[in-house]
């Protein structure tokens, strides 16, 4: 089977400093498929536990090397660009470095403390984190995809049209919008249905009030001039007599002006000077009677206007107050209120308007919702077909793989769609498959995992994955035939396995071997990477067991270079 080759994430480096039995530890590790192997108590189980606090794991302060105040843990990854960890930490305000490096220190009091790149971090991102860089299979690992809620998303990615999927988005949010838009108008509406009778109460009262902007200025200056009425009165009275008294300052100056006229024949032009001003002053002094008599005439300066000035001001000054602005504000105030009014006078309208555009957008997110649904059925089936090709070679013979697709309620439907997937097993014979994690356990459960995992390579997922004793209560050519398949997963991803198998073991391309030394009156577990000779009396120890025979050695030759032919 032709696996994916895009490159992934990998785990590049692992140092533990005091955890169990480990004292200090620093590993380099490679791509393609690598094995731990051991004798039973040797430790490999801490290994994978030092790993998992790295990645988030709930830590324990029994975890903590006897006599030491604390232990640590530090996880290098190597990151392809725009890998997904690259998005979510720049949510965080976390640069992404290479290498990325997720770091925790567990302290005796149970607290511990958590960074990336060196700053510091909750342990919940750090726990995401982890979950989108190693996926643990193990008996006790609820990871991956032992977690249903990944299920959808490992199957669209095994074989639905991205298309199809970002059409589903796109209708999801644009009916979500129109939702959002109605319930907007309809809040809205309540509101002003709510205040109706308020409204229209205080809008016939503005009208009939009929405030203008900048009144309140002309009225203060009106009212000034009013209070000084009957002065301003005797005042035009005494002017208007002095202009007309007498004949009348006009008459005075024609009268002037004629009398100068009868000698200024024979004045060789002296007195025109004096004639033009007199005409001047006449003219002027007409004018400035035309005025005062306008004055008089044009001024309401009567007891009763000074009184209409000051209700009015009042009036709308006690307006202002009521509704909590200026009285050059009440003009606006009105205007907003017609406005209000108005609108509420056509939300009726306007909400059967919104009500028909989230049909249409329920109708439009339905269809292709539908179509994804379409496409996920059709996917599980040929899912369902690989996974159970994959399962007889692994000693699962008699068990049942199936893709389940349920139809969710309204309520839950989501951009990405309108289906809950689970992945579901049957062990025995007649057997309704059920939930993965719940029906499966230990070995079989790693199993179903790898058989999961051969299916969906190269359709993304964490880019190291872990299986601790995947090959539990199997043997010979069926142990052979799941160090085929993990050898094969690791040409699209790296692949570590904890395992007591040598046909296992023989197919990895790094090979490390943990084992408990004594230093002293205390133990410690040591990891060693094995070169090829090494690497061949260990399997030969697997094959054999304590006493390492040449049989056992030769056998162990022969598994390595049939699992690397």
């Not at 009763?304 to 050059?328: C, P």
């Amino acid at each position: 089977m032709a696996l994916g080759l895009l490159k992934p994430a990998m785990l590049s480096g692992l140092s533990v400093r005091d955890i169990v039995l480990i004292e200090r530890l620093d590993l380099e590790l490679e791509d393609r498929l690598s094995v731990l192997t051991g004798e039973t108590g040797a430790g490999k189980s801490i290994l994978l536990d030092a790993l998992g606090l790295a990645l988030g794991a709930r830590g324990d302060a029994g975890l903590i090397r006897v006599g030491a105040k604390q232990g640590g843990v530090a996880a290098s990854f190597e990151l392809p660009p725009g890998h997904a960890v690259e998005t979510l930490l720049r949510e965080q305000g976390i640069q992404a470095e290479d290498p990325l490096v997720l770091r925790r220190v567990l302290r005796r009091d149970g607290r511990s403390r958590a960074w990336i790149n060196d700053q510091p971090v909750g342990v919940a991102l750090l726990r995401r984190v982890g979950d989108r860089l190693v996926e643990i299979h193990g008996q006790h690992d609820e990871r991956g995809l032992l977690d249903a809620a990944s299920h959808r998303a490992f199957l669209d990615a095994f074989g639905t049209e991205a298309g199809l999927r970002e059409a589903c988005a796109a209708a999801h949010e644009a009916w979500s919008e129109a939702r959002a838009r109605l319930s907007a108008h309809r809040e809205e509406l309540a509101g002003a249905l709510g205040d109706e009778d308020y409204l229209r109460h205080v809008l016939e009262e503005l009208r009939a009030l009929a405030p203008e902007a900048g009144e309140e200025a002309g009225l203060v200056a009106e009212r000034a001039l009013l209070r000084e009425g009957e002065r301003i009165v005797g005042a035009l009275g005494e002017a208007t007599g002095e202009l007309n008294g007498e004949g009348g300052v006009d008459g005075r100056l024609r009268r002037a002006e004629r009398a100068l006229l009868r000698v200024a024949e024979n004045a060789e032009g002296r007195f025109d000077a004096a004639l033009e001003a007199l005409a001047r002053a006449a003219t002027e002094a007409v004018e400035a009677i035309a005025q005062v008599e306008h004055l008089a005439h044009s001024l309401d300066l009567g007891p009763g206007r000074l009184e209409q000035v000051e209700e009015r001001l009042f009036a709308l000054r006690e307006a202002a107050r009521k509704h909590r602005v200026g009285v050059d504000d009440l003009a606006a105030l009105t205007a907003n209120f017609e406005d209000r009014l108005q609108r509420l006078e056509a939300g009726e309208a306007v909400l059967a308007e919104l009500e028909a555009a989230v049909a249409a957008g329920r109708e439009r997110f339905e269809a292709a919702g539908r179509a994804l649904s379409a496409a996920r059925e059709d996917a599980a089936a040929r899912l369902d077909v690989r996974v159970m090709a994959e399962l007889p070679s692994l000693k699962l013979d008699s068990a049942r793989f199936r893709t389940g697709l349920e139809i969710l309620p309204e309520a839950r439907w989501s951009a990405e769609g309108m289906d809950r997937v689970t992945f579901e097993v049957a062990t025995t014979p007649g057997a309704e498959p059920g939930d993965l994690s719940r029906v499966a356990s230990g070995g079989e459960l790693a199993r179903f995992m790898l058989a999961l995992k051969v299916a969906l390579a190269g359709t993304g997922g964490a880019g190291t994955l872990v299986f601790d004793e995947v090959d539990r209560g199997v043997g010979g050519a069926v142990a052979d035939r799941v160090g085929a398949r993990l050898a094969e997963l690791a040409r699209a991803t790296q692949v570590l396995v904890v395992t007591h198998s040598p046909q296992v073991a023989a197919r990895g391309a790094h090979h490390w071997r943990i084992s408990r030394q004594a230093h002293g009156a205390e133990e410690r577990t040591n990891v060693e990477e094995l070169a090829p000779e090494a690497r061949e009396e260990e399997i030969a120890r697997m094959l054999a067991g304590a006493i390492v025979t040449a049989e056992a050695r030769a056998a162990a030759s022969s598994l390595i270079t049939g699992a690397q032919a």
